[in-house]
């Protein structure tokens, strides 16, 4: 087990002599700390000296990840191993960014070739619908996208639209995830199905909330345009390419992904379709190209250089030895407002294991509750928990350089607040300089009592992220940039990532209750509770 490793004993000896240390003595006692824990990638540059860490924990952490073999398990992940053990399947979304001249194979084929067809595919489909080529059934260009899928064939293309939002075109698209019809309803009712293109992303074909939302946007289609017009109007992505021709559509119009693409990882597959719609394909491309970039540092650079390694390290350095239960990520920017909704997603479904590749239970904590929203919205909330809680929450500051706006001095006001927050949970403030600062301010006899409650303890852990510009191929970078940090620490915990058997039971009593709440002279078997519930809604 993980936790009786020499390398692990030995963080754990290292960690309660170091416990208390302060960042502000840290910082005091070595002028050169920056230079020591930053550097740079893929044109990113992370600043991880705002970290409980010296020389020592950095080389322990080290010698942890040289334990598992993270070198070589990356490699296998690269060239097609299962290492989806529960699912037998490889991991191969790195393939999909794949941009370099060799073979990858998954039981000794190789996938390269369907890989580029399926791009250039989507490149010509694409071109088509921007240029206005390609026309709906009255003869007019396309203007609207209705995107209709769920969990990872969602999340990623929703929220890379939404931070690509510079480089959109005037194709608008439109993302319904939930079953809640109101979504669907208010979406369809702005568009008109002559310029409407929908399509549909799942990659088995069978998730409820999908097929559902599917029919309905297909019912309001058929209202307007009769089922003549479906093959026009219609386009899906899925490992089921004969389902999605069942349903009527045009097999020029169905992309094909595999089942070695984990849903949440597969923005760079066709499942990425509606986002390359909306900003064309040349910038989907070099978001793929940027993706590209971090798989080459991750594969190449030593651990100690390697930034997802040492983000991954640090999460686990919290996790584990500081009992810290989540990881916040700050986004200083509007447009990269949903990376923390894409991330939980991505960590929390990947590493919310609690059962080890050797089918034993772990005792020690795994994947953290990953969340967070942008700059400086929540400085104006949460970060009171962050500053003074009784909890340790590591988190992630990022900001690019350059905004898409010129708008007076929004920008270094945006910074400002984003390496001050970073300053202020590192440094803090003494109970001394507050009462300081209270002298001849109040009331001589209420300073100690309000210096107490003011006390800013600091020694609160951040990374920071900084890059150039939020452009498509820095975007590539920073996800994939997450994606190996995640492998990382699934590997150091020895959990699967790439399975989700935890979603499963919902799904399935989902459908046992719906089949009740709709037959309702079906037997109530359930937990008093439920059926209560059922029967409530029964009744209305
Ligand atoms: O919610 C679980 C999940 O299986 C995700 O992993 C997946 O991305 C999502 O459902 C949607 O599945 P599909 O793409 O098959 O519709």
Known sequence: ML?????????????ESIKNTHMRDLFAQNDNRFLQFSMQASGITLDFSKNRIT?????????LAKAANISGARDGMFAGEKI?????????????????????KVDGEDVMPVIKQTLAKIKAYVNGIVSGETKGYTGKAFTDVISVGIGGSFLGPKIMSEALKPYQNHIKVHYVANVDGCHMQDVVAK???????????????????????????????VEQAGEAHIAKHFACVSTNVEGAKALGIDPENVFPMWDWVGGRYSVWSAIG?????????????????????????FCDAPLEQNMPVIMALLGIWYRNFFGAQSHVLLPYYHYLRGLPAYVQQLDMESNGKFVTKQDTVVNYETGPIIWGSEGTNGQHSFHQLIHQGATIIPADFMLPLYPHHDVADHHAMLASNCFGQTQ???????????KANLAGK????????????????????????IFDRLDPKTLGSLIALYEHKVFVQGVIWDVNSYDQWGVELGKALGNQ??????????????DASTNALIEIFRKR
């Open 3 to 15: 936790t009786e490793s020499s390398q692990w004993q030995a963080l754990q000896s290292h960690f």
């Open 55 to 63: 020389d020592e924990t950095f080389a322990l952490l080290i010698d």
């Open 84 to 104: 989806n053990s529960t699912e037998k399947r490889a991991v191969l979304h790195t393939a999909l960014r794949h941009f370099g001249d060799n073979q990858v």
């Open 191 to 221: 568009l008109d199905p002559e310029t409407t293109l929908i399509v549909t992303s799942s990659k088995t074909l069978t998730t409820q909330e999908t097929l559902r939302n599917m029919q309905s946007a297909r019912q309001w289609f």
């Open 273 to 297: 379709l509606p986002l390359a719609l909306g900003i064309g394909y040349d910038n989907f491309e070099a978001f793929l190209q940027g993706a590209y970039d971090m798989d080459q540092h």
């Open 424 to 434: 202020a949970l590192m440094a803090g403030q003494t109970v001394e300089e507050i």
């Open 442 to 465: 109040v009331d001589e006899s209420e300073i100690d009592s309000l210096a107490q409650h003011k006390e800013m303890p600091g020694n609160k852990p951040s990374n920071t992220l």
């Open 513 to 526: 209750v719906l089949s009740k709440l709709v037959n309702k002279d079906e037997a109530l078997d359930n």
